[in-house]
């Protein structure tokens, strides 16, 4: 990989692992309702995308069930997970996505695994689980079920994306942004309150957060991600796209002063241990499996 493909990846996985930090600021210290925040991020990929709509893609209906998994019903479930959960913990549990995506391909496409993988799977469960358990009381953190869930169905919309015809990475994004706003902004009408006044009262700096995670992150992270993904095989980038979930943990820790722990850098290292040697192992059905969900949902 060249040095300018590198530093570009870098930035995408640097953008993907701010947009966690940011997100949880928004909808917890900001207190923006968090379903409409996702909703808000879908118009704003969707309007500024509108022109990549055309030509209507062949599988309307699959993306239309693809969005609801990698868009509006994965975004929905992980931006409520943030409003309950530390950003540098829900940086590491969103990797569950990977070996979610494996076992969907075992389940669906018919993927076998050896021991290795699934010494891998059992990892990155098992530091999910050590991240989200407390010990004292052995009762599991609510928001991370939330993030959980949110992996979880990313990858059930990573099967369904491939058993669709395939389409550029700016026109999926622009259907997933089309369908997924009204849905959202649907469910936070009926279960949220005072959306519009928290969001307008949020001042500047909710505004910047929302034009970064339409801009920096669908767009940008989205994008540069894919033009690398035409340059370098995906068993090269997976296991570099681990940058994500270090800086979302970084970052936490510098700009919201999370606290570090014991049991966070232990279940840190063990899952995404497991989630590395998963990434390296070759996925024959679903290459993409070691990317989680970035490939749909251009991270997060």
Not at 24 to 53: E, N, S, T
Not at 146 to 163: D, H, N, P, S, T
């Amino acid at each position: 990989m060249t040095f300018r493909d590198f530093t570009l990846l870098f930035a995408v996985c640097f953008v993907w692992g701010l947009n966690i930090v940011i997100t949880r600021w928004v909808v917890f210290d900001a207190a923006v309702p968090p379903i409409f925040f996702a909703g808000l991020r879908f118009l704003g990929v969707a309007v500024l995308l509108l022109p990549f709509l055309r030509p209507i893609p062949k599988d309307l209906g699959v993306l239309f069930l693809v969005s609801f998994f990698i868009g509006s019903g994965h975004f929905a479930l992980l931006f409520v997970g943030l409003a309950n959960a530390e950003a540098s913990a829900a940086a590491v549990v969103g990797q569950l996505g990977v070996p979610f995506a494996t076992l969907m391909s075992m389940a669906f496409l018919g993927e076998t695994i050896g021991w290795r993988r699934g010494l891998g799977i059992m990892l990155a469960f098992a530091g999910v689980l050590l991240i989200a358990v407390d010990p004292g009381s052995f009762t599991v953190s609510f928001g991370l079920l939330y993030i959980i869930a949110a992996a979880f169905i990313g990858a059930v919309g990573g099967i369904l994306m491939k058993r669709m015809s395939p389409i550029s990475a700016l026109q999926s994004q622009a259907w997933i942004g089309l369908f997924s706003f009204a849905p959202l902004f649907a469910v936070s009408a009926l279960i949220e309150r005072g959306q519009v006044e928290t969001y307008m009262g949020g001042g500047l700096w909710v505004w910047a957060a929302t034009v970064f995670a339409v801009v920096g992150v669908s767009i940008f992270g989205h994008g540069g991600f894919y033009h690398l993904i035409k340059r370098y095989d995906i068993s090269l980038l997976s296991p570099l796209t681990l940058m994500t979930p270090i800086w979302g943990v970084i970052l936490s820790i510098v700009l919201l002063n999370e606290a570090i722990t014991a049991q966070l850098v232990l279940g840190s290292i063990i899952s995404l241990g497991g989630v590395f040697v998963i990434a390296v192992r070759p996925n024959s059905k679903m290459p993409e499996a070691g990317m989680g969900k970035k490939l749909g949902s251009g991270g997060s």
